[in-house]
Every structure is written in C-alpha cells, then in structure tokens.
C-alpha cells in the first residue's frame, strides 16, 4: 500500500513539473512570439504582412539616407513617406532620449543620495512620490502632464504675453519627470550594499564630504549608475504615450512616426523599423547586464 502511494505521489510531482513547464513555455511564447513573427516579416519581399514572398533586404535598405523614398499604399492609393521624416523622427528620439538621460540621471544620483544617506523632513513623502510613475498608468501620467504644460502655458501668456505651445522641452521634462524614479531606486539599491566605514575612514583622514564622493563613493556606485542611465535612455527612446500627450509641431519621435505611418498600412518597413528598435534595446539592455556583472 505504501509503495502505491509513493509511486501516486512520484506521478503527481512528475504530472505537476511538466504541467509548470508548459505553462512557462506557453507564456514566453505568447510574450515573444509575436515578436519573432515581426523580426520575420521585416525580410518579406511581399508589401504585405499577410503574404510571404520571399527574403529581402530591400526593407532595411529604405530606412537609410540616400536609399529613395518607400512607398505605403492605402486604400484610396499611394502615399510617399520620404527618409526625411523618419530620420527626424529618429533625431528627435535620440536628443530626448540624451538630454533626459543625462539630467535624470544627475538629479536621481542626488536623490538616492540624499534618501540614503540623510534623515530630513518630508523623506518619507519624497520616497512615496518616486514610486507613483512606476505605480500609476502611463497613459494618467502623460494626461496630467499635459494639463500641467496647458495651465503653465496659460498662466505665462497672461502674465508676459508670450505664447508657448508643447515641443521638445516639454517631451524632455516627461521623459525626465517619468525616468527619474527608475534611476534613483537603481542607484539607491547600489547605495545600500556600500559599507559606511569606507566614508568614515576617508572622512577621518581628512577628506571633505566632496572629495569622498568622487574618489570613494562614485567609483564603487559606477556600475549603478550606468545601468540606471541606460535604463532611463532605453525608457525614453522607447516611449509613446508620455511622447504622444506632450510633443507638438517638430517635434515627433519615433515612436510616433511609426505609429503615423500604422495609419496609413502596415508594411515590412514598420516591422524593419521596430525590429532595429529591439536590437538597440536589447544592446543597451546587455550593456547593463555586463556593466553590472563586472562591478
């Protein structure tokens, strides 16, 4: 009786790891093969996503400058979408992505600093605030954004006349308002793990405050920080819907440009566009993973 339900009991745990296999495997699948499938499409030579007529290149080729113009066709005809437009789309992302990389990574350091290393009123708050962009909707985020940027508009042109509307400043300060949160818990984490007798000694050997920053704290939070700026580069680079509520005349990302260009059909070019997208996404990715792996 005993050995029937060892063996009952050896087929259920059997049963049940297989079933847990499967699981996982039809969860990534369902994550990642659409993916895939995409990545695929990019080297159909058919216009169609629908139909597949071969390998090509000539989708990759047309994203590249002096490479012509590609051609979307719709229902009422063609439209022509010039590389133009699509590399200053790709400028625009890549100078957001930049600019609120590098101040949200200055301002998110300060804060984890500040937050681990120093007890003052309205801490507790602060900590609170940092999780409501990670915690909230982006959608809610970029809504109230925009109001912000409409009412601050408003109050300015009643005050001084001067009439401002939503542009690349405004994307920036989204990106920068969004980011923040992810650096300062990334570095904060990295600041937890460093032992306060190293500050101590050097302070006790005569160094100042800022000299036991640079030469004692920042080298070993590095690798921290570096993770938490490709973190934030790879966030901005990648948004739409805080991009979409706050950008305006000239200043469309890519992102936006490629969902423009959903509007008119979906071809191999927007597959090749976001498939370069995923590659520069995963390199960042594996960059942090490395940076923090030889830490």
């Known amino acids: 009786m005993k050995t029937d339900t060892k063996k009952l009991d050896l087929l259920i745990r059997a049963?049940?790891?297989?079933?847990?296999?499967l699981q996982t495997a039809l969860g990534f699948a369902f994550l990642y093969l659409p993916i895939l499938i995409l990545i695929i499409y990019s080297f159909n030579a058919s216009r169609s996503n629908a139909i597949w007529r071969g390998f090509t290149l000539d989708w990759y080729r047309s994203l590249f400058p002096n490479a012509g113009?590609?051609?979307l066709g719709t229902a009422q005809g063609n439209a022509n979408i010039s590389d133009a437009g699509l590399w200053n789309a790709l400028n625009n992302s890549l100078l957001i992505a930049t600019i609120s990389t590098i101040l949200a990574t200055i301002f998110g350091t300060?804060?984890?600093?500040?937050?681990?290393?120093?007890?003052?009123?309205?801490r507790k708050i602060l900590e609170a605030l940092l999780f409501l962009p990670?915690?909230?909707p982006e959608i809610t985020m970029g809504i109230s954004l925009l109001v912000f940027f409409t009412l601050i508009f408003r109050i300015v042109e009643n005050l001084t006349s001067i009439h401002l509307t939503l542009g690349l400043p405004t994307v920036i300060i989204g990106h920068i308002a969004f980011s923040i949160s992810f650096v300062t818990i990334t570095v904060r984490a990295r600041l937890a793990e460093l032992d306060p007798a190293l500050e101590e000694a050097a302070l006790d050997l005569g160094?100042?405050?800022?000299?036991?920053?640079?030469r004692i704290i920042f080298p070993l939070i590095w690798p921290g920080i570096f993770s938490a700026a490709l973190l934030a580069f790879t966030i901005s680079l990648?948004?739409?819907v805080i991009s979409f509520f706050t950008s305006g005349v000239g200043s469309t990302t890519l992102p936006l440009f490629v969902y423009g260009m959903i509007k008119f059909t979906v071809t191999p070019a927007i597959n090749a566009i976001s498939t370069l997208m995923l590659l520069a996404s995963l390199l960042l990715v594996l960059s942090s993973l490395i940076s923090t792996k030889n830490q």
């Open 134 to 136: 990670i915690i909230i």
């Open 238 to 240: 990648d948004d739409f």
């Open 15 to 21: 049963i049940s790891k297989h079933w847990l296999w």
């Open 69 to 71: 113009t590609f051609i």
């Open 207 to 214: 160094a100042n405050e800022w000299r036991t920053f640079w």
């Open 110 to 122: 300060a804060i984890a600093m500040a937050l681990e290393r120093f007890r003052f009123p309205g």
